[in-house]
């Protein structure tokens, strides 16, 4: 039977950089990997290949707008073979890179489905047969799956996962996205910047619904300003094919209401994917679905150690990596006995993105955690249509926010709704990350005009 220092089960971002780390510190470590193509959600079903269409979206987006801008063009629909074409061409580049990393020798890379047999013994079942693999320590980074929950008539009528939309070649005439995460929202993004008529149907009030009211209410206006359809606080009734079409039929305000659409695409959620690892047999507790840890990255059994979709508390991949670092750290202790302080997860800068049209992003404390914590907070805002760089650029639906202690002024949070989202959000990462106070942001030189300017605005304001 063979031993290891560390066993990572799972080769996608976190257990990657979790195994890289504890092999460069000399510890003997083994990742195991049961998927057909290794790289992880990301690269294959999730963050990559999404882009990758919202990219051609966008091109979409702007032959279709172009002449508000004096640009006489015509859209002539997209190639979806094209675009596929692309886009997987990308994707095995990614993979195949990613293959290669975890094939380069710096620790053993083993094929394989695993479960627990006990709290320090894996069975794994691979191309040569099932074999016993022992280790001092464990990191669980195995991703998560897509879950769909009973809705009467969907199986039978037919849809599209996540999965299916991102391999798919055919742009349908409409679509019914059922979900206001950041899934369903990129999701409608993307047809609705193709062409497609789109309607989103939200059981919640709001879509995005873990942020800040007025950050929710921003998005699902600048979608409608997009086209989109928006419907929140429904219940999904039931589903069916008629009217030469599929329709959902929904609740809303007592209502019943129906959409009739060529495709649906269900994108209700994921949850962590551990039921083929026996985690009983290993004494690992769950919260929920999830995996319970600490701070620490260590299960209930102080050995075994999670990280990414399986644990949360988001799923995205920079906060997967930096617990599995954290995870890797410690594991290291354990196996040397070292006294110690064991590393500690920092969510003050838990960072969240959407690449939706608009974009949106938060980083740090909502208003609703920070009420939670009791802390005294003052909050500003500014628009994107009384900025210049965005007015000029076309781009003016939402809106910036600061967030900061309203005795210290010290920054705990930002958000965006509007243009390049995801890019101007690190300037508050940034300040975070460095303990700044508005007024510390307010002194910056910002070249004007760019879009990262508009923070000197609430920036001032708080200071």
């Not at 979608?223 to 359809?229: H, K, M, S, T, Y």
């Not at 690190?426 to 942001?441: Q, S, W």
Request: with cysteine; proline share 4%.
């Amino acid at each position: 039977m063979v031993e290891y220092d560390f066993l990572v089960i799972g080769g996608g971002s976190a257990g990657y950089a979790a195994a890289s780390y504890a092999a460069q510190q000399g510890l003997n470590v083994a990742v195991v990997e049961g998927a057909r193509k290794v790289g992880g959600l990301c690269i294959l079903r999730g963050c990559m290949p999404s882009k990758t269409l919202l990219a051609t979206a966008a091109s979409a987006s702007a032959v279709r707008g172009a002449a508000r801008f004096g640009v006489q063009s015509t859209f002539g629909g997209v190639d979806g073979a094209v675009m596929q074409a692309r886009k997987r061409l990308l994707i095995d580049d990614f993979q195949s890179y990613r293959e290669g990393q975890l094939s380069a020798g710096r620790f053993e890379f083993l094929r394989g489905k695993a479960r627990f047999l006990d709290p320090y013994t894996l069975a794994l079942d691979g191309p040569h047969g099932q074999q016993r693999l022992r280790a001092k320590t464990f990191l669980i980074s195995t991703g998560s799956r897509i879950s769909t929950p009973p809705i009467t008539g969907l199986e039978e009528t037919g849809y599209l996962d996540s999965d299916a939309m991102l391999e798919s070649e055919h742009i349908p005439r409409s679509v019914t996205v059922l979900g206001g995460g950041a899934i369903a929202l990129e999701a409608a993004s993307f047809y609705a910047g193709v062409g497609s008529t789109v309607t989103l149907l939200q059981r919640s009030k709001r879509v995005l619904k873990e942020l800040d009211p007025d950050v929710s209410e921003a998005v699902a206006e600048g979608l409608r300003r997009q086209g989109v359809r928006v419907e929140t606080g429904v219940e999904i009734h039931k589903v069916e094919t008629a009217h030469g079409g599929k329709v959902v039929r929904f609740v809303r305000n007592g209502a019943v209401t129906e959409v009739v659409s060529e495709e649906i695409l269900c994108a209700l959620g994921r949850v962590p994917a551990t039921g083929a690892l026996e985690l009983e047999s290993a004494g690992v507790a769950l919260h929920g679905l999830r995996i319970s840890v600490k701070a620490t990255q260590q299960t209930s059994q102080p050995h075994i150690f999670a990280a990414g979709d399986v644990c949360g508390p988001l799923d995205v991949v920079h906060l997967a990596i930096q617990q599995g670092e954290v995870a890797a750290r410690n594991a290291c202790q354990i196996v040397r006995a070292t006294a110690l302080a064991p590393a500690e997860m920092d969510y003050r800068t838990k960072l969240f993105a959407v690449f939706s049209e608009p974009a949106v992003a938060a980083v740090g404390l909502s208003l609703a955690e920070a009420a939670a914590e009791g802390l005294p907070v003052l909050t500003a805002t500014y628009p994107f249509n009384d900025h210049g760089k965005s007015m000029v650029e076309g781009h003016t639906d939402g809106f910036v926010k600061l967030m900061v202690h309203a005795e210290t002024r010290r920054i705990l949070g930002g958000s965006v709704v509007g243009p390049q989202a995801a890019e101007i959000i690190h300037e508050i990462v940034v300040a975070m990350f460095f303990n700044a106070t508005a007024g510390d942001l307010a002194r910056v030189p910002h070249y004007h005009p760019t879009l990262s300017e508009i923070w000197t605005y609430p920036a001032e304001e708080l200071s």
